[in-house]
C-alpha cells in the first residue's frame, strides 16, 4: 500500500454527503443526458469534476470573511488583498476578477485582435475559448513527453523551446500580441514547468518583443514541484521560488479558486501602465469597480488570506501526497494515469481502459459515465467532448491526442477511505471494462461543449 500523509489540519465543520441506490443513479444519468455537469450535486457521493472552488476554507479565512468591508471604492479588503497580491506576486498593477476567465476575458479584450497567434505551452479551455471569441488562435506547443502518458518527465508541463522559436518566427513576432504558460499545465495532466524552462520561455518572447503572461491558476503546486525536483531549489521557502517565476514575466492571469483556496475569485496582474488603464475601462464595463472586480469585500478577504495558505508546505506536501496517493492505488488496479501524478488531479487513460471505442464515440465520456453508474463519483472528461473541433482550414475533425477521465481533488475536503472508495470502485469498473460503450452527442453548441452537451449511449 502507498502511504498516506496525514491531514495537516483537524475538521470542525463536517457536511453530510449520501449514496444513491444504483437505480436512482440511472434515473439521474439518463435525465442529465449523460452528461455530468447536469447531475445534481445531491445525487453524487465524492464530487472530483473539479478542484476550482470547492476546496475547504479555513478558520482564518471564515475569520476574514467577517471583517469584509463591503464599501462600493477603495474597501480596506482590497487594500489587504492588495497588500497579499503585491507580495507574493510583485506586479506593478492587479485588479481582482470573480474568476480566472473573467481575467482572461478583459485581458483578450485589450490585447487580442482577429487573426492574432497566442503560444502556450497548453491553453486550458477557457483561456482557448476566449482567445477563439476574440478571433486569436491559441496555440499549444507543450513538450512531445506530455503525450505519452507514460514518460516520467519530471516536468511534463514543460514548452518545447525549440517549436516556440520556429512558431515565432513562421507567423512573424507582430503577430503575436502575448506569450503565456500554463503552471501547472491543468490541460495536460497538471504536470509542472521547470524554473529552467521558464527562463528559457521568458528569453524567447522578450527577445521578440512579446510579453509573457503566466496563468498561475496553481502556482504554488508548481513552485512545490520545482523545490521538490529541480536541482538548487531544495533550500528555498515557495515563496522564493513564486518571486524568482513571476520576475520573469510581465503580468498573470489566475483563478484564485485553486491556490488561493476560495469558493469564488481571480486575478489580472500586469507591469503595464497603459495596459492597466485600458483593463481597468473594461473591468468597470464587464466585472465592476477596479478595488472590487465582480466580488463582494468578503471574498477579497478570504483570497487575501489563502494566498498565504496555498504557499504553506505542510500543506503542499499534504495535497501533492494525497493526489500521488490516489494515482497509485489507480494504477495498482491495472489503471494507467499519467506519470508523473500531477498537482490537483489524477488523469486517467482513458483510451488505454476502452480501448474497443474510438475517439469519435468518446472513450473519455464512456469511463466518467461508468464511474458514476458504479460508485456515483464524478469526474470529468478531458478529451475529444472537451478538445475535439473541425479545423477551419481543411473541414477534417481533429482528435486530441490524448483520451483522459480526470479526477481532480477539492483541497482539504476529502480524506483517505474517501480516495480508497474511488480506487475500489475503479477496480470493480476495470474487471468489466471490456462491455462498456461508446457515445454520441445528441446536443453540442459550439464553444466550451463539454459544460452543456448531452448524449446518448451507443
Ligand atoms: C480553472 C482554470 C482557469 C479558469 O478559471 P475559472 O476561475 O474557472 O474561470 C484558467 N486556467 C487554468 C489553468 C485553470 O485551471
Redesign the pocket.
Known amino acids: 500500500m502507498p502511504t498516506y500523509p496525514p491531514e495537516p489540519f483537524r475538521i470542525k465543520v463536517t457536511e453530510s454527503i449520501r449514496l444513491i441506490p444504483p437505480a436512482e443513479r440511472e434515473k439521474a444519468l439518463k435525465e442529465a443526458g449523460y452528461n455530468l455537469f447536469a447531475v445534481k450535486a445531491e445525487d453524487i457521493f465524492i464530487d472530483l469534476l473539479?478542484d476550482?472552488?470547492t476546496g475547504a476554507m479555513s478558520q482564518e479565512q471564515w475569520a476574514a470573511i467577517m471583517r469584509g468591508d463591503e464599501s462600493y471604492a477603495g474597501a480596506r479588503s482590497f487594500f489587504r488583498l492588495k497588500q497579499a497580491v503585491e507580495d507574493i506576486f510583485g506586479f506593478n498593477y492587479f485588479v481582482p476578477a470573480h474568476?480566472?476567465?473573467?481575467?482572461?476575458n478583459i485581458l483578450a479584450a485589450c490585447l487580442v485582435k482577429p487573426g492574432q497567434y497566442l503560444p502556450s505551452n497548453m491553453?486550458?479551455?477557457?483561456?482557448d475559448a476566449n482567445i477563439r471569441a476574440r478571433g486569436g488562435h491559441p496555440t499549444n506547443l507543450v513538450i512531445e513527453e506530455a503525450f505519452d502518458p507514460a514518460n516520467p518527465h519530471p516536468f511534463k508541463g514543460n514548452m518545447d523551446i525549440a517549436k516556440l522559436n520556429g512558431f515565432i518566427e513562421k507567423v512573424g513576432a507582430a503577430k503575436v500580441p502575448l506569450g503565456m504558460v500554463?503552471v501547472?499545465?491543468?490541460?495536460g495532466g497538471g504536470q509542472p514547468v521547470s524554473m529552467e524552462n521558464l527562463k528559457a520561455i521568458a528569453d524567447v518572447y522578450h527577445t521578440s518583443g512579446i510579453p509573457l503572461f503566466i496563468?498561475a491558476?496553481?502556482y504554488a503546486e508548481n513552485c512545490f514541484f520545482i523545490k521538490q525536483r529541480e536541482p538548487g531549489y531544495a533550500q528555498k521557502s515557495i515563496k522564493e521560488i513564486a518571486h524568482e517565476m513571476f520576475a520573469l514575466a510581465d503580468g498573470m492571469?489566475m483563478?484564485?479558486?485553486?491556490d488561493a483556496i476560495v469558493n469564488i475569485?481571480?486575478l489580472l496582474c500586469m507591469n503595464d501602465e497603459k495596459l492597466f488603464e485600458n483593463v481597468k475601462n473594461e473591468l468597470i464595463l464587464r466585472e465592476g469597480f477596479p478595488t472590487y472586480g465582480g466580488l463582494a469585500g468578503r471574498d477579497l478577504d478570504a483570497m487575501a488570506v489563502g494566498l498565504y495558505e496555498g504557499l504553506d508546505e505542510a500543506y503542499l506536501a499534504y495535497r501533492l501526497g494525497q493526489t500521488a496517493y490516489l494515482a497509485t492505488r489507480i494504477n495498482e488496479a491495472g489503471i494507467p494515469t499519467i506519470q508523473p501524478a500531477g498537482g490537483h488531479a489524477v488523469y486517467l487513460d482513458a483510451a488505454a481502459v476502452l480501448p474497443h471505442i474510438p475517439q469519435s464515440e468518446f472513450p473519455g465520456q464512456a469511463l466518467c459515465v461508468e464511474l458514476y453508474r458504479e460508485g456515483a463519483i464524478r469526474g470529468v472528461e478531458i478529451g475529444s467532448v472537451m478538445f475535439a473541433h473541425t479545423d477551419a482550414d481543411t473541414g477534417q475533425m481533429v482528435y486530441p491526442k490524448l483520451e483522459l477521465l480526470r479526477l481532480a481533488i477539492p483541497r482539504r475536503t476529502y480524506t483517505q477511505s474517501h480516495m480508497d472508495y474511488v480506487a475500489d470502485t475503479l477496480a470493480r469498473i476495470k474487471k468489466r471494462s471490456a462491455s462498456i460503450r461508446g457515445y454520441k452527442f445528441t446536443y453540442a453548441p459550439e464553444l466550451l461543449r463539454h459544460f452543456t452537451a448531452r448524449f446518448e449511449p451507443l
Open positions: 473539479t476550482s472552488g474568476q480566472g476567465r473573467a481575467a482572461e491553453h486550458f479551455d477557457t483561456t500554463t501547472t499545465n491543468n490541460a496563468d491558476a496553481r492571469t483563478s484564485a479558486k485553486k475569485g481571480g
